[in-house]
């Protein structure tokens, strides 16, 4: 039998079997993800002190009990109402994030007069996005406030504090939202996480030792397995969070169904809800017998159960025709969210909750005019006749937005959206777009008032000219007009005639009869559909009539008659010929796309050759040596093709050794090639050898040059002398040298004529010996 793998970081079988079953805890979060750096929520500023009271309307929520306006009966309707003030201090509740608009700008400026209107109709009954009550889990709750925990830990080292920082207000979420303690899971974060100091905990927000499940993000890390009979090290998948969050619900949800005897529900305190965890579905949640202990002293140590009360800190009044919220009985401001109603709602700087339109720190906002509620979505206001939008965070939105993968357009004063035609410059992108009877962009072929338009697929720009509309499901071009309409008939266009169908508006090309468009005559279209004179290119050939009568043309013809500066050649068949043609005992070349006849310097590889020629002014390739703008050059004599590099033209009635750069050009003087040097004499371009002064030549040395015409370095043996010359420069050297530079340790000298001297020699009036064998320097 084989033995289970078992990882020592799993508290029991339980949680294995947790971890095993691949519960999907990211799906749990409903993207309410706990930032686990602490961040302050973005972007409202909903400082208390600022709030602007647009209007005093006495509203009733109709979901609180009756009341009227007694004190008494006042103080008998508070309703529990588990508020959470939105803060600036704690941690964020929302790490939901605002779609930013994404928009491809299409360039091309359409001028048109046509005008759009606002949709004053209500069109939001049917939307999707139909607005509803804002709550903290849809995001909305974007500003500086977060919710306030006023409570100072007892006991608490940094590292515990900073924990409680970072999870505090994801945790109490948690815990009122599935109904379990947040003392205790909080106290079983920090000790599975060492209070989030684990590589687990930072790297992956993993609090509790999840391994992966099959689903969403992972990361890989170094745990301790059993098998085999002993503990091995192994990279395990472990389960990667988006935020401490989703890790704290994946917890809640275990207690939920598998310990539900440690819920709110079951257990009266938390003591009995930690010692309840011995008594899951599957057995005990941890092996350690103290485990139920360990937690309730740590709770106790750092007072962590003051978590379980926060939920009870906020309570509703209404008084004198206005709901006001207190907590701790202070009159809270601002934006609230409301657990009871799962809502948030607005109270002015007099603590009263506001309903309606209202205008907040430059923003507007619409709450529900019966519970106070903060609307999300399409609203249509109807005392204004006009549909407006309000983003997660509430706020009224203004220009383009996308919605449930639609495109709006509001207006950016009023925010009202926008129907119809729409020129778009007004908001940052010159393109004219539609937007249908339900204000959604259009896309694609539409047609609009008797007239087809075309709308860019992806930008929804409205589209002119020629336009291919296979994209759009149709194989044809048609053509709209400045105004985006699509034409008909016979159209001229930038001086051109065209041919557009007169039932579908499909350009028309080719042979045509004209007797059905009210001309007796037939005509051709090229593939541009340009109505065509003079030359026609037919079939895939090229033919050439004359601009009057019309007739084919054969032979050389020079075309500046007919607005081209060019020579071409027809055959007897009238078609236009294309690169190599022997004519009449000579070779031409004709432009492969154009036909026109080429001269002057052509390389051939276009037309299958490897190869460089050259054609005068007739157009006929030369052969053998040219003189081209002063420069020679060398042609094959049979293919006619430009020869470069060493060539000995004695087969071209001249005996030297000439050099062609990869111009083809003749080289005079000194030339490195290949890393050598060489010299051609400055007349005729002569490759020179030998012993050479090169004072004409503007430097003033003498070198050698062997029988490949390479200058030589170093020392060299020639017809039975030694001689020295420079190992950088190659100049040939005189009088003494010392070879150690040049690999002998020895002294030397060389005459004038740079050869090596031996034997007894005077030099200077003095007296020199040197090896009969070596020249080495003997003594003075």
Do not use: C
């Not at 079953?21 to 002190?49: E, H, Y």
């Not at 204004?384 to 983003?391: E, I, M, P, R, S």
């Not at 203004?398 to 357009?409: A, C, D, E, K, T």
């Not at 009088?735 to 005459?751: I, P, R, T």
């Amino acid at each position: 039998m084989t033995e289970k793998k078992k990882t020592i970081s799993d508290n029991s079988l339980v949680k294995q079997a947790y971890i095993a079953s691949g519960i999907a805890l990211l799906s749990l979060g409903a993207g309410t993800a706990v930032n686990s750096n602490n961040v302050k929520a973005d972007t409202l500023n909903t400082q208390n002190t600022n709030s602007t009271t647009v209007a005093n309307t006495t509203k009733i929520d109709t979901s609180q009990s009756s009341v009227n306006n007694s004190e008494s009966q006042n103080n008998n309707s508070q309703t529990n109402s588990n508020t959470l003030q939105l803060s600036k201090r704690n941690v964020q509740v929302n790490n939901a994030t605002t779609n930013t608009q994404n928009v491809t700008t299409n360039t091309e400026n359409n001028n048109t007069s046509l005008q759009g209107q606002t949709i004053q109709n209500d069109v939001s009954t049917n939307s999707s996005a139909a607005a509803h009550n804002a709550t903290l889990d849809s995001g909305v709750v974007k500003n500086d406030n977060n919710i306030s925990y006023d409570y100072n830990l007892t006991n608490a080292p940094a590292s515990v504090t900073n924990f409680v920082n970072q999870v505090g207000s994801a945790a109490t979420k948690v815990a009122d939202e599935y109904g379990v303690y947040a003392s205790v899971m909080m106290a079983q974060a920090g000790l599975e996480s060492a209070w989030g100091q684990s590589s687990l905990s930072r790297n992956a927000h993993n609090l509790f030792g999840v391994k992966y499940k099959g689903t969403g993000n992972y990361v890989v890390m170094p745990t301790l397995e059993y098998y085999g009979g002993a503990y091995h090290t192994v990279n395990a998948r472990f389960q990667k969070y988006d935020s401490y969050y989703d890790s704290l619900v994946g917890y809640a949800q275990l207690i939920k169904n598998n310990f539900y005897l440690s819920t709110k529900a079951n257990s009266s305190t938390y003591q009995q809800a930690a010692n309840n965890l011995r008594n899951g579905k599957w057995g005990s949640y941890a092996t350690d017998p103290g485990y139920a202990n360990k937690l309730i002293n740590l709770i106790n140590l750092y007072g962590f159960q003051n978590f379980d009360k926060v939920q009870s800190s906020g309570q509703e009044k209404y008084i004198n025709g206005h709901w006001y919220l207190y907590k701790n009985n202070q009159k809270q401001t601002g934006f609230q969210y409301l657990s009871s109603g799962n809502k948030i709602a607005y109270y002015n700087q007099w603590g009263q909750m506001l309903y309606g339109q209202q205008q907040i720190n430059g923003h507007w906002y619409y709450f529900d005019p019966l519970s106070g509620a903060m609307q999300t979505g399409l609203k249509y206001i109807s005392d204004q006749k006009k549909n407006v939008y309000y983003n997660t965070q509430g706020q009224m939105v203004y220009g383009q937005q996308q919605i449930n993968g639609h495109w709006y357009l509001f207006d950016r004063y009023s925010g009202a959206m926008l129907t119809g035609f729409q020129n778009l410059s007004n908001y940052g992108q010159n393109k004219i777009v539609y937007y249908n009877k339900s204000g959604q962009m259009s896309y694609g072929q539409q047609a609009i008032n008797g007239h087809w338009y075309l709308f860019d697929r992806y930008s929804g720009a409205m589209l002119t000219g020629f336009q291919n509309l296979a994209p759009y499901g149709q194989d044809k071009i048609a053509y709209y007009n400045k105004y985006g309409q699509m034409l008909y008939n016979q159209q001229q266009i930038n001086g051109h005639w065209y041919l557009f169908d007169k039932y579908s508006g499909a350009m028309l090309t080719g042979f045509q009869n004209l007797s059905g468009y009210g001309q007796n005559k037939t005509v051709y279209y090229d593939k541009n559909g340009q109505m065509l004179y003079g030359q026609q290119q037919v079939n895939g050939n090229w033919y050439l009539f004359d601009q009057y009568s019309g007739a084919m043309l054969t032979g050389f013809q020079n075309l500046s008659r007919y607005g081209q500066n060019k020579t071409v050649y027809y055959d007897r068949n009238g078609q236009m010929l294309y690169g190599q043609q022997q004519i009449n005992g000579h070779w031409y070349l004709f432009d492969k796309y154009s036909g026109a006849m080429l001269t002057g310097f052509q390389n051939l590889s276009g037309y299958g050759q490897n190869k460089t020629v050259y054609y005068d002014k007739y157009g006929q390739m030369l052969y053998g040596q040219q003189q081209i703008n002063g420069n020679w050059y060398l042609f094959d004599q049979y293919s006619g093709a430009m020869l470069t590099g060493f060539q000995n033209l004695s087969r071209y009635g001249q005996n030297k050794t000439v050099y062609y750069n990869k111009y083809g050009q003749m080289l005079y003087g000194q030339q490195q090639i290949n890393g050598n040097w060489y010299l051609f004499d400055q007349y005729n371009g002569a490759m020179l050898t030998g012993f050479q002064n090169l004072t004409r030549y503007g430097q003033n040395k003498t070198v050698y040059y062997d029988k490949n015409g390479q200058m030589l370095y170093g020392q060299q043996a020639i017809n039975g002398h030694w001689y020295l010359f420079n190992k950088y420069n190659g100049a040939m050297l005189t009088g003494f040298q010392n070879l150690a530079d040049y690999g002998q340790d020895k002294v030397v000298y060389y005459d004038k004529n740079g050869q090596m001297l031996y034997g007894k020699q005077s030099i200077n009036n003095h007296s020199y010996l040197f090896d009969t064998v070596s020249g080495a320097l003997i003594d003075k």
